[in-house]
């Protein structure tokens, strides 16, 4: 089966450019998170979809930030415009079903994203 | 005091050894625990859940304490594939609020 598939692997641009990451969750499952990971705060959870809809969108860094659930199957997260202090690894991962927290959840590979 | 708070380390050990992690965590209305791992540039793996009586997968034991809010991993026989990140994860559902917080992680290193 197909794993969580996340695009691009990698992503270097220059500060100011719009920056758009996508994620395809594994089939069936009913809940998406976006994560971002650095050095020095660990992994961050940004913002989770069940059923394609936004649930919590806390940890959302700023305006500058959005994600789209528009279907099952695909998310993106968008960055816009985009600052060297985004530079960081964002994963993307996926649950069975809306107990999420008692769920493990699947991770992509993530997209390593370098903001010059 | 951080929410979820790990030693990280790291903890260099030869192979063969015992090594054990803590992960400390401040809310008591916490529901859910979990190990992952985590190599170096890869994504996190689900190593195993922690039960309430603790339970054990192979060479690996997890173990939750309530009254002292922490949850361990315990490594017997370790082998240098066990080089890794290994993150602890709280989980907590209070009606609305669903909260799930992932530790900096402890990094191990197995040395031949």
């Known amino acids: 089966d197909a794993g969580v598939i996340q695009s691009p692997r990698h992503e270097v641009t220059e500060m100011g450019q719009e920056v758009t990451l996508r994620c395809k969750p594994i089939?069936?499952?009913?809940?998406l998170f976006w994560y971002r990971q650095t050095m020095m705060r660990g992994l961050e959870l940004l913002i989770y979809f069940n059923n394609n809809v936004p649930i919590d969108d806390s940890g959302m860094p700023e305006d500058r930030f959005s994600a789209k659930m528009p279907n099952a199957s695909f998310s993106t997260l968008k960055i816009q415009p985009s600052e060297p202090r985004d530079s960081a690894v964002y994963f993307c991962?996926?649950?069975?079903?809306?107990?999420?927290?008692?769920?493990?959840?699947?991770f992509g590979d993530g997209t390593r994203l370098s903001i010059l | 005091r951080k929410e979820v708070e790990q030693d990280p380390g790291p903890f260099n050990v030869p192979e063969g050894a015992t090594v054990a992690f803590n992960c400390t965590y401040s809310n008591s209305a916490s529901q859910s625990f979990f190990w992952y791992r985590q190599d170096c540039r890869k994504e996190p793996k689900l190593l195993m859940s922690v039960y309430s009586s603790g339970n054990e997968d192979g060479r690996f034991t997890a173990q939750l304490n309530r009254a002292s809010q922490y949850i361990s991993l315990l490594i017997r026989d370790s082998k240098l594939s066990d080089s890794a990140t290994y993150l602890c994860?709280?989980?907590?559902?209070?009606?609305?609020?669903?909260?799930?917080?992932w530790g900096l992680g402890t990094s191990l290193a197995v040395n031949p």
């Open positions: 089939s069936g499952h009913n809940s």
């Open positions: 994860v709280v989980a907590s559902n209070a009606g609305n609020n669903r909260k799930l917080i």
């Open positions: 991962a996926s649950t069975r079903d809306r107990a999420w927290s008692n769920q493990p959840q699947h």
